[in-house]
């Protein structure tokens, strides 16, 4: 089992709408959760970080952790093509030892 | 002030060749990490630097890589004997606090893009 899952995708979504975007983690200790964007040919910068379970909003993104199912998500409201790009999933663990997902494309259709 | 900056951006060798790869780090950071990225894949982790702490190397892939860190600043990932399936995008990252992945985010560099022939 990876230590952290993203689907894939690729994901489209029509201008305008929510994309959600999905992360599994294996260790239950896990501390931080972070969000980074990569665009094509491009390296990955953060968006979003949370530590606690709940929302975390920051503009359009919104972050959500819940520890109990091992699951954060990232949520883009009012998606413009600008967001096309491909987001991964990082979780710094128990033995403070980072982790990153394999990503998921996203494309955002005008 | 400056971000992470990592040269070459583009190198290209041919197999069996070694290749040195540089990475200056964010002044004032203490943490720098090494990922490879190969095309359409994420990040795979190869090494970390903690201020004067004993690297993490626990994701290097083979003996032939090596990385180094002088005065606590710029970093040197070697790779001798290049092989074909060595040929990936190399991503330096930086961060401030101690532990690895610190208590804020990572800043990457450009990357540089190895092509092994």
């Known amino acids: 089992q990876k230590e952290v899952e993203q689907n894939s995708g690729p994901l489209s979504v029509p201008e305008g709408a929510i994309a959600s975007l999905n992360c599994t983690y294996s260790d239950r200790g896990s501390q931080s959760f972070f969000w980074y964007r990569q665009y094509s040919g491009k390296s990955p910068e953060l968006i979003m970080f949370?530590?606690?379970?709940g929302d975390k909003e920051d503009g359009r993104f919104t972050a959500q952790l819940n520890k109990a199912s091992q699951y954060v998500s990232l949520l883009i409201r009012d998606s413009q093509p600008s967001d096309s790009a491909t987001y991964l999933c990082a979780v710094k663990t128990s033995g403070n030892q980072f982790y990153f997902g394999t990503g998921t494309s996203l494309t955002v259709i005008p | 002030g400056a971000g992470v900056s990592q040269s070459p951006s583009n190198k290209v060798t041919e197999k069996g060749k070694d290749v040195e790869l540089r990475c200056d780090p964010i002044?004032?950071?203490?943490?720098l990490y090494w990922y490879r990225q190969s095309l359409g894949q994420g990040l795979e982790f190869l090494i970390y630097f903690q201020g004067n702490s004993a690297p993490d190397k626990s994701g290097l892939p083979s003996d032939r890589f090596s990385a180094e860190r002088t005065g606590g600043s710029v970093s040197t990932l070697t790779i001798q004997r290049t092989q074909q399936e060595d040929s990936a995008v190399y991503l330096c990252a930086s961060s401030q606090g101690s532990g690895r992945g610190g208590v804020g985010e990572q800043f990457f560099g450009p990357g540089t893009r190895l092509t092994v022939l």
């Open positions: 949370i530590y606690s379970n």
């Open positions: 002044s004032g950071h203490t943490a």
